[in-house]
């Protein structure tokens, strides 16, 4: 049974579709129709919004007074010898979103594979894996390994945690640690891919902490219902179990799918945008991505008139639909061999075609 929304979260839900109805009328190329979203407040009453609107409530313009930075600082925790595309795909989302700096901290092994990849990225190759350290050294390795992130942490508007990580277990327990410095600095963190194995694992890394966002595909829902909600995944009711679910753990979760499915157990969000038929792999980790600089974007202005919208939902919609935008043009041009890296292509003109730089 769900409970039902307290009077503040219905006059925030409303305020919100106020807020999303009054763009409705500036001139914009995408049509209105094609980018709805879909809203259930606790209570269950399914609303229909613009998600445009909040697109453009939180994408900062740009001004020549603006310094390198401003547009968001990230950092990707992942890259490992087998995955090196993962940590590209989703440092690079977020400087083609607008971010300014882009970093990730990776193996050893992974590093001079990604910095071969471009020049944008900044490139830590300080991670370890067990193989390449004797027993004894794990402990000075791991120390050192924090010491170097310490850094740097509070450089960062937001961390994702995951992409092409894998699943050493030297290594994710160094990952752990990093999680506990990054909360307790209040540094945002996007979880994806093998962050969530360590997420559903061991749920204090993120419970109770409002700056998380997790973004499971299929296989990492089921595995955070069936540990967390001891059941299997509902598609009765779907959105009932997303907010249970988005509760439990008291952080926000995007359900990806054939639509995704946003929730911060307040209320559910839905953004089923035209998006590809192509499933090839990388899509999430634009996704990852595309969160972090748009919440690094939200966490600045989420204030919107007098109400106080929850930033990390905000920044699941904008990312998603501009995911899904992309994918849907890059399909446009290259089809059945559209990849992910034409997807990333696309990224610009679909945030452009809603957010045009003035
Ligand atoms: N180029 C790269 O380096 C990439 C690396 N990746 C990394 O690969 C690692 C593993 O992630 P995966 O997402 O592959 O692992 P998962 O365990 O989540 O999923 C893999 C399996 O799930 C199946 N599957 C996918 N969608 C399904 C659906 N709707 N219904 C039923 N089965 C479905 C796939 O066929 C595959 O066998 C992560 O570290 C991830 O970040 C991926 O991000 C993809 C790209
Ligand atoms: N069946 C679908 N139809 C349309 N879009 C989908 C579908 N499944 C996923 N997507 C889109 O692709 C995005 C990535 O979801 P996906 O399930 O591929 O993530 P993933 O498995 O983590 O990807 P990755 O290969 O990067 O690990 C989602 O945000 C969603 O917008
Ligand atoms: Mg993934």
């Given amino acids: 049974m769900i409970s039902s929304p307290g009077a503040a979260l219905i006059r925030r839900q409303q305020f919100l579709l106020k807020c999303l109805g009054a763009y409705r009328n500036k001139s914009c190329n995408t049509s209105s129709r094609s980018i709805k979203m879909w809203s259930v407040m606790s209570g269950g009453t399914a609303l ?18 603006r310094h390198k930075g401003q547009a968001g600082k990230i950092a990707v925790i992942g890259g490992c010898r087998e995955y090196t595309g993962a940590p590209y795909f989703s440092a690079i989302s977020a400087l083609r979103i607008g971010a300014d700096l882009s970093h990730v901290f990776c193996t050893k092994d992974a590093g001079p594979v990604i910095k071969s990849y471009s020049p944008e990225l ?46 050493d277990s030297f290594l994710l327990d160094c990952v752990s640690d990093i999680m506990k410095r990054a909360r307790q600095a209040n540094v945002p963190m996007v979880i994806d891919g093998d962050g969530l194995f360590l997420v559903t694992n061991d749920l204090d890394l993120v419970s109770g902490y409002p700056l998380a966002v997790l973004t499971p595909n299929v296989n990492e829902y089921k595995r955070l219902v069936q540990k967390l909600l001891s059941s299997e995944v509902n598609d ?55 969160v972090a600089v748009f919440l690094s974007w939200a966490r600045q202005c989420a204030v919107i008139g007098e109400v106080k919208m929850n930033p990390t939902v905000l920044a699941c919609i904008a990312a998603s639909v501009v995911l899904r935008k992309s994918a849907s043009l890059a399909f446009d041009s290259k089809r059945r061999s559209t990849l992910t890296g034409d997807i990333i292509e696309c990224l610009g003109r679909s945030l452009e075609e809603i ?3 003035s």
């Fill in 48 to 65: 229909e919004a613009d998600a445009i609107s909040v697109l453009r409530s939180i994408t900062p313009s740009l001004h020549l007074s």
């Fill in 122 to 167: 900044i490139v830590h190759p300080i991670l370890e894996e067990s193989y390449s350290i004797r027993d004894e050294e794990k402990k000075s390795v791991s120390a050192k390994i924090i010491a170097e992130i310490d850094k740097w942490m509070e450089r960062f508007d937001c961390i994702v945690i995951g992409p092409g990580l894998g699943r």
């Fill in 236 to 290: 009765q009711d779907g959105a009932g179990q997303l907010l249970t679910l988005a509760k439990r753990i008291g952080a926000t979760i995007l359900r990806k799918g054939k639509a995704d499915h946003i929730s911060d157990g307040d209320a559910v969000h839905g953004v089923s945008v035209y998006g590809s038929p192509r499933r090839c792999g990388g899509q999430g980790d634009i996704l990852s991505g595309s």
């Fill in 355 to 357: 957010c045009p730089v």
